[in-house]
């Protein structure tokens, strides 16, 4: 075996202990260390997918209790793809970030690559636990890295957005341990897989009660609509990098553990169309929202939103096809919108105020960055030759399948609506004439690769789909195999 | 208004908890095949820890603490990401004047005791109540107690941030070692000894004092973040 | 001797019941500081007598604790009405 | 039936506790409060058989706690409805150009 | 108003060795009263934690050295907790008689007297003891000026203040210390 | 019952009844300072006493209750004290009957007026 | 105490509930931010006893099998909810130095603490 799971907590969490002492020896060393934390994440994680393609799924079992007693990490095809995902991204953040804004100074530097890397390992975490407690542990250790790093600018506003996303993510937490504390008392134990074994013993006032708190808990960090007013703020506020790896960690990290308590925990009937009214209601409320934004990180944050509604309608049709849709929508949406927030805050880099009116004009100076924006752009809205396209096909394939005709047309709708924003802004950024108090920033050389990088996948996958499509087709198999994951779980003990 | 919806809305919340709580029976065992039994016979017969809450926080579910030492880790670097200051504005005093005499010698007499009483019960995690947690609280509230009544009292920052960091990194390289040698991550590598021995529960003790030290040093540094801030 | 710590837990009840009509009535911070003083102490001797009840050396630790600390959280608030914090 | 009712008495005194914190305009007296609901709580996880967290819950909820509001309040404001006076002073300042 | 802290004089070499050993030794006491058992690992471990900690709080840890293991001064010793013993046992009955009776019997007042005790640690406990012993509380201690607030004032003057107050036990301290 | 339960059993009543009065004296006396005093002498020795009557039942904990015993009656007239002084610096002054005497009250306000607080 | 044991379980659930309801109430109307906080503090206390009280057993004992109890197992109550518990203070009290310190923030840049004043985004 060429590594193993415990290792993605274990290396960047002794990193972050290591890193201050370094500091101290020499100061680049908290900028270098983060990145090649992530790098070795990003590397172990290909590598262990690699192997669990011919091994199947990897159970760690963590201090020698097997799993009901101690807690496991599974890295399965499923939670292995997402780590992927999530590690890629991060190391892309890490990479913008190198010298962004405030990070030039020793003191902030080091705080915002601790909170960055330890945000990343939390998501991972949640990813990877099998465990309900630790789950909670972890989400704790993404929001409070999600509450410093939300006020790293020294603004008015920053303190007050992330002030109200520690306000959600309190209630939430409590909410989560009522429900956790709900479920232990009739099962007896904290396992996932032994819980989903148990769930059939349960009351089922107790199991919607338990479902409920524990949704409410989540769907903060998922975005879900009467829980989202945070992310609005939060995204708007943070600094741009953070917007990116807001949207497409920890909130894909969510969704996961959403739906790996929705699908692999519970056995409700009514939970399946409680996703798909949710998606819906947060999808149609979004993108509506994000028609009359004036700021552009606003309105990228209401879409990302949108498209996480979206995945939870396509998660909520419940058949394979829409599993796989979903996953591949949360996958080209973690890409798109991450190029989106990269190129869109160089577009309105020295205001803080980030109208979409500052993007006026930007396509003279900087021309590449505009371009990249333009792609991210297409690429959401779902135009043919863009990695979006082959996902949104792929949802209403999916949805068509099970007879859903209402729900294709409603998206189709509402896709008319994202075009006519989005292309709003490209509109503005080439056809407009440069207001006269905005100066253009050149992104550093970091920043361009970063970007680059980001704007070759999503051309590379519309042109050739398959290259991921096997991968996410035996996640997706993963994850509607509920019995598999259980006997996997269990029978390493 | 407000007000009335937010009651009517916690009534309603209210009378499902205690629906809920009335169906689970107060002092009964709930369920029968919980992971109860498990963690309390092999506390006692293959941990040897007597106390089985210390067994389940460093051994059987370790991996929680070294999250939660992370949380706090992170709540104090967040901390003081959120009230960063220019470098010139961080030596300033925000203690005016130093308490009485009397307060002063009463403290300087107490603080090696409550250090004592901390270390002991970190020490003693495995054998009685507490921990690494309650034992570097204590440390830290002593240091509180110094750093309030004298004026000057001040740990420097250089340590702290030492302390911190090599008993996190201590932690972790336990973690790895039982990964290397035992083939998974935490286990214990130290024999385990005698029950109710001082020198017992194997890693677990060692894992505690270094929560301890840990957990002390944040929570100073959680203070003087705090404490020298003028808003 | 059940009989003794169940007469010592309903005078220390009385007690408790006139330091919380003194919490809440007190005029000054000072009074209400007291109050939570006294009601530390009485906590201190209150968990001594629990831990008798319930044959428990070890329960005793919590008793030291607060013993010990109960004066620091007085001293906190002391320092902050004294206007030194 | 004494043990109970001592219970009891020092659950209601808890939860008058906290009412008296959410309702009292004085932070700093609702920060009092809040550590006799730390105290009796942790009284209450000691009869409840659990002295882990009773010296946990006393140790963090003695001091630290209290310090940590206190030196916001000390930062801020004592009083709930109160506002700063610089404040004040500036708006008058504005209204008078 | 405040005289500056001198927690941080330097001392003496043998001072320090002499106040090094008498924290241990107090130290390692209080480490058996914790554990409240003579076991072998215990005390051990007891002796060097002890040890360690008073190393490293030596500037602070200051109040006393091994002097005060002479045996006069441990009578001395004696002698003042039996006194302060029986002081304190007095002073309950006596807030008991005053609480009690339903006409409060009080006659509150503030009143100064001053002190020959040198070290700010013997002040402390003089202050302490004050504090435990008949209707009287002390408020602040100023150099060497005591300020007691005295439930039932006798006088004003401070010689006859000190008289009924402090003289026992400042007798003893000073002996003592 | 052996001679030490009887005195164990003594302490108790006798500490319970002192506190007791401590907190009655907090209820019933009319200001800060002789509340003050109530509470710090009577429940120290109330707690004392309970605690030592505690360690005659069980000689096992009588070491651990001296240590107990001892820092009670080491911090509570410290902090005692440091509430006195700091109220008396909110200029919070005691009650006194006419022509009582205040000391202090000239080294806080040197002009002897006297402000509301 | 075994007697009277539906009387302890409606009062020890019933204060826990109330600590929660109290709790969320403070934290939803009040107006000064730190009211908010303290208010996020009392309806944890209220969890934690809540967690603690569902793992409570009829005439139980901690788990710790110190001198003298090496084998009563069987009585002891669940440590789990314990560990859960311990947890979860220190996480509650990590999130409540960041609120504090948000707190202090905010009011450096508002000059306020109420939160009905603090509106530069929309909430």
């Not at chain 2, 109860?36 to 210390?54: G, H, P, R």
């Amino acid at each position: 075996m060429v590594g193993s799971p415990v290792l993605f907590v274990a290396i960047p969490l002794l990193a972050a202990f290591l890193i201050p002492l370094m500091g101290m020896i020499w100061k680049e060393f908290v900028r270098i260390i983060p990145g090649l934390v992530l790098a070795y994440m990003l590397v172990l994680s290909v590598s262990l997918i690699i192997y669990i393609q011919s091994h199947g799924t990897i159970v760690e079992v963590i201090s020698g209790w097997g799993p009901p007693v101690g807690i496991n990490l599974v890295f399965s095809p499923f939670s292995g793809a997402l780590t992927t995902l999530m590690t890629f991204l991060g190391l892309l953040v890490w990479l913008y970030s190198h010298k962004f804004k405030r990070n030039v100074d020793y003191e902030p530097a080091k705080k915002y690559f601790i909170l960055l890397m330890l945000m990343v390992t939390g998501s991972v975490g949640m990813v990877l636990t099998g465990d309900l407690f630790n789950m909670f542990v972890f989400i704790e250790i993404v929001s409070i890295s999600g509450y410093g790093l939300t006020s790293f600018f020294v603004r008015r506003d920053s303190a007050e957005a992330a002030f109200k996303f520690l306000l959600m993510g309190a209630f939430a937490s409590s909410f989560l341990l009522i429900g956790i504390m709900i479920i232990y008392t009739q099962l007896g134990t904290l396992n996932m897989a032994e819980i989903a074994q148990r769930m059939p013993q349960m009351d089922y006032h107790m199991k919607v009660f338990s479902l409920i708190f524990i949704l409410v808990a989540i769907g903060v960090e998922a975005e879900t609509f009467p829980l989202n007013g945070w992310a609005p703020d939060v995204y708007t506020q943070a600094p741009g990098p953070i917007s990116a790896a807001m949207s497409g960690i920890v909130v894909k990290a969510a969704v996961y553990a959403n739906i790996r308590i929705i699908y692999t925990m519970y056995d409700l009937q009514g939970a399946y169309e409680y996703l798909l009214i949710i998606g819906l209601i947060t999808f149609i409320v979004a993108e509506t929202a994000a028609l009359k934004q004036e700021r552009l990180k606003r309105m990228l944050a209401y879409s990302s939103i949108g498209q996480m509604g979206l995945a939870m309608i396509a998660f909520g049709i419940g058949t394979k096809e829409g599993v796989y849709a979903a996953l591949f929508l949360m996958f080209s949406h973690a890409i798109i919108k991450s190029l989106l927030f990269f190129s869109g805050s160089y577009l309105v880099y020295n205001k803080t105020s980030k109208y979409i009116k500052h993007v006026n004009g930007m396509g003279k100076y900087l021309p590449i960055t505009a371009f990249l924006f333009t792609l991210g752009a297409f690429a959401i809205i779902g135009l043919p030759p863009f990695m979006g396209f082959w996902s949104k096909l792929a949802l209403l394939s999916a949805a068509a399948d099970s007879n859903l005709v209402i729900l294709v047309a409603v998206i189709l709708v509402v896709s008319i609506v994202e075009a006519v924003y989005y292309l709003r802004v490209v509109n503005r950024i080439f056809f407009f004439k440069k207001r006269a108090n905005t100066k253009p920033e050149k992104p550093t050389i970091n920043a361009m690769i970063a970007m680059l990088s980001l704007a070759a996948i999503v051309l590379v996958i519309g042109f050739y789909p398959d290259l991921v499509t096997g991968l996410i087709e035996r996640a997706a198999d993963d994850l509607m195999d509920k019995g598999r994951y259980i006997g996997e779980i269990l029978s390493k003990n | 208004m407000k007000k009335y919806i937010v009651l009517g809305l916690l009534a309603v919340l209210g009378y499902y908890l205690m629906s809920i709580f009335l169906l689970v029976d107060f002092g009964l065992p709930h369920f029968a095949h919980g992971v109860k039994d498990v963690y309390l016979s092999s506390s006692k017969n293959i941990l040897k820890v007597s106390n089985a809450v210390t067994a389940i926080v460093v051994n059987f579910r370790g991996f929680d603490t070294l999250g939660e030492v992370t949380v706090l880790f992170l709540s104090a670097t967040a901390m003081s990401g959120i009230l960063y200051k220019k470098r010139h504005d961080i030596g300033e005093r925000s203690i005016l004047f130093p308490a009485s005499s009397i307060i002063r010698s009463g403290a300087k007499m107490l603080f090696p005791s409550i250090t004592l009483l901390g270390i002991y019960v970190f020490i003693h995690g495995h054998l009685s109540p507490g921990g690494g947690f309650q034992g570097g609280t204590i440390i830290a509230t002593g240091f509180l107690l110094m750093l309030l009544t004298y004026q000057n009292y001040s740990v420097s920052h250089n340590r702290l941030v030492w302390v911190e960091s090599v008993a996190g990194m201590l932690f972790v390289i336990i973690g790895l070692a039982g990964y290397f040698m035992k083939g998974s991550f935490l286990e214990n590598v130290l024999p385990v000894g005698e029950l109710n021995d001082l020198f017992s529960g194997g890693v677990i003790g060692i894992i505690y004092v270094l929560v301890g030290f840990k957990v002390a040093a944040e929570l100073i540094g959680i203070i003087y973040t705090i404490l020298h801030e003028k808003g | 001797m059940e009989y003794i710590i169940y007469f010592a837990l309903s005078i220390m009840a009385v007690a408790l019941v006139f330091v919380a009509i003194r919490f809440i009535k007190g005029p000054t911070t000072g009074d209400r500081v007291i109050a939570l003083d006294t009601l530390t102490t009485l906590g201190v001797s209150g968990i001594v007598l629990a831990s008798y009840l319930f044959h428990r050396f070890i329960y005793l630790d919590v008793a030291l604790v607060y013993g010990v600390l109960g004066f620091i959280g007085v001293i906190v608030i002391a320092r902050y009405l004294e206007g030194a914090l | 039936m004494i043990f109970l009712i001592t219970v009891l008495l020092i659950l209601l005194l808890m939860v008058g506790a906290a009412i008296y914190a959410i309702v009292q305009k004085d932070l700093l007296f609702a920060v009092i409060a809040s550590g006799v609901i730390s105290l009796i709580l942790s009284i209450l996880f000691l009869i409840l058989q659990a002295p882990d967290v009773a010296l946990t819950e006393a140790a963090i909820g003695v001091a630290l706690t209290t310090i940590i509001f206190i030196i916001t309040i000390r930062n801020t404001v004592r009083y709930e409805d109160e506002r700063n006076k610089k404040k004040k002073q500036k708006n008058v300042k504005k209204l008078a150009k | 108003m405040n005289s500056q802290p001198t927690h941080l004089q330097p001392l003496s070499t043998q001072t320090k060795v002499s106040r090094f050993l008498m924290n241990w030794l107090l130290l390692t006491i209080v480490w058996i009263g914790f554990t409240g058992t003579f076991d072998l690992h215990e005390l051990l471990t007891g002796i060097v934690v002890a040890g360690i900690l008073s190393f490293m709080a030596i500037r602070i840890f200051t109040c006393c050295d091994l002097a005060l293991l002479a045996p006069k001064k441990l009578f001395y010793l004696g002698k003042f907790i039996v006194v302060f013993l029986v002081a304190l046992v007095k002073s309950n009955f006596d807030m008991a008689r005053r609480v009690l009776s339903p006409a409060l019997p009080i006659n509150p007042g503030v009143v100064k007297f001053k002190s020959q005790l040198k070290s700010n640690f013997a002040k402390m406990v003089l202050a302490n003891a004050i504090t435990l012993t008949p209707g009287t509380l002390s408020i602040d201690v100023i150099d060497d000026t005591f300020y007691i607030h005295w439930i039932d004032v006798k006088s004003a003057d401070p010689e006859v203040a000190f008289k009924e107050i402090a003289e026992d036990f400042e007798n003893l301290l000073i002996k003592i210390f | 019952m052996s001679i030490m339960e009887i005195i164990g059993s003594f302490l108790v009543i006798v500490g319970s009844i002192f506190l007791f009065l401590g907190a009655l004296g907090i209820y019933r006396m009319p200001d800060l300072y002789s509340r003050l005093q109530a509470g710090t002498k009577a429940t120290t020795l109330g707690a004392m006493s309970v605690i030592l009557g505690v360690g005659f039942w069980e000689p096992d904990w009588f070491l651990k209750l001296l240590v107990l015993v001892v820092f009670i009656g080491y911090s509570n007239p410290l902090s005692s004290h440091a509430m006195a002084r700091a109220m008396f610096k909110k200029k919070i002054f005691p009650w006194t009957k006419e022509g009582g005497v205040d000391a202090y009250k000239e080294v806080i306000e040197p002009t002897g007026e006297k402000q509301e607080s | 105490m075994e007697k009277y044991l539906d009387i302890l379980e409606i009062a020890i659930y019933g204060s826990a509930v109330a600590l929660i309801l109290i709790g969320l109430y403070g934290a939803l109307t009040k107006k000064s931010l730190i009211k908010i906080v303290l208010g996020l503090s009392i309806m944890d206390s209220g969890i934690h006893l809540m967690m603690i009280a569902l793992g409570y057993l009829k005439g139980g004992t901690a788990p710790i099998f110190s001198k003298g109890f090496e084998n009563s197992a069987d009585q002891m109550v669940d440590p789990i909810p314990q560990a859960l518990v311990l947890t979860a203070i220190v996480i509650g009290f990590g999130v409540t130095a960041v609120a504090l310190s948000l707190v202090i923030r905010l009011y450096r840049h508002h000059d306020t603490l109420r939160i009905d004043e603090i509106k530069n985004l929309k909430w």
